[in-house]
Structure formats: structure tokens, C-alpha cells
């Protein structure tokens, strides 16, 4: 004999099944738990500000540019062009140097508009500054192909935007601290 489901409605109690056991087996519930990681995913990515990073990214590569330029001007009219040519000892340095110090600057840049996931936006930065320079490689070389150093200098790109960010969250925190005090106090 069956229990529960032919009884009357208060021996239906007796046969419960686990909630647990039955979210397990069943197939609609299990596919809506797989989801729900996907739609947390789907979630942050509604949170990136795409374009802030975007601009941040191509403005930290045209400084970059920039300054290779400025020290490319300054060696020539010091009469010693071939020291700042490209792939030199002072682009390598200014590569490296200058790659770090513009993306950490434009990151710090972007977490004054943003609200939150400051270390992702920092590190999608420096992906993006990457991205741009290697757009600018292969149209001029026909190779992806790079100098080490150049290698290096994007490794610090996403460490620098990396970096940002921590800065960024870290001082939004202290200043959360200090609001809190405010209001309290």
C-alpha cells in the first residue's frame, strides 16, 4: 500500500520527502542551480563600466606614445637621436617605466567614476592598453611577435592596473571610515 497519497490529509505528513533529496533529482531545479554561477557572471559584467575602461586604456597608451615621443624629440635636438630610437635602451626603459606609471594613473583615474570592482577595472585597463599596442604592432610589423622588454611592459600594464585599483579601493574604503565617524560622531 502506497502511504501518504492515499491516506487522508493527515497521514500525508508521515511520508515527506526530503526537500534536499527531491532538489537533487529534480532536473529543473538542478539546471537552475547550474545558472545561477552564470547569471552572477552576467551580473558583474553589467557592473564594468566598458567604456571608461576603454578610454582609460587608450589614453594611457597615446601617454605612453607621448612621452616616447617627447624623449625621441629631446635626444634629436641634443644631437644624439639614436639614443631614443625605437627598440633602444631608452625606449626599452621608457616601455617599461612609462607603461606602469600611465595605466596605474588612468586606473586611478577610473575609480574616481565608479562604485565598485575597482581591481577589475584596473586590470581590464592594462588588457585593453595591451590590446592597443598589439592592434599597433602587427599593423606596422605584420608580426606578433615582440622584444622581451615589450613583453615585460605589458606584464606590468595588468600589474599596474592591478595596483590602481587596490589603491582606488583602499582609499575608498578610508574614506567610507571617515564618513562613518561623521555621522556618528
Known amino acids: 500500500m502506497l502511504t501518504g497519497f492515499n491516506q487522508p490529509l493527515g497521514f500525508a505528513q508521515d511520508c515527506r520527502i526530503d526537500e534536499d533529496q527531491w532538489n537533487s533529482r529534480n532536473p529543473l531545479l538542478v539546471l537552475l542551480k547550474s545558472i545561477s554561477p552564470l ?32 624623449l625621441l624629440l629631446i635626444a634629436t635636438l641634443a644631437g644624439i637621436p639614436d639614443v631614443a630610437r625605437p627598440m633602444s635602451t631608452l625606449d626599452y626603459i621608457d616601455a617599461v617605466l612609462s607603461s606602469f606609471a600611465m595605466v596605474f594613473l588612468f586606473t586611478l583615474w577610473l575609480g574616481k567614476r565608479i562604485e565598485s570592482r575597482f581591481v577589475l577595472h584596473g586590470t581590464l585597463v592594462g588588457v585593453v592598453g595591451i590590446l592597443l599596442f598589439a592592434i599597433m604592432w602587427v599593423a606596422t610589423t605584420g608580426s606578433l611577435a615582440q622584444p622581451p622588454l615589450y613583453v615585460v611592459a605589458h606584464v606590468l600594464k595588468v600589474l599596474s592596473g592591478i595596483t590602481g585599483g587596490l589603491v582606488v579601493e583602499r582609499r575608498r574604503r578610508r574614506d567610507l571610515r571617515v564618513e562613518g565617524a561623521q555621522v556618528a560622531g
Do not use: C, D, K
Open 39 to 70: 547569471e552572477n557572471l552576467m551580473s558583474a559584467i553589467r557592473e564594468v563600466h566598458w567604456g571608461l575602461i576603454v578610454v582609460a586604456g587608450f589614453l594611457s597608451e597615446v601617454a605612453v606614445f607621448a612621452i616616447f615621443l617627447l
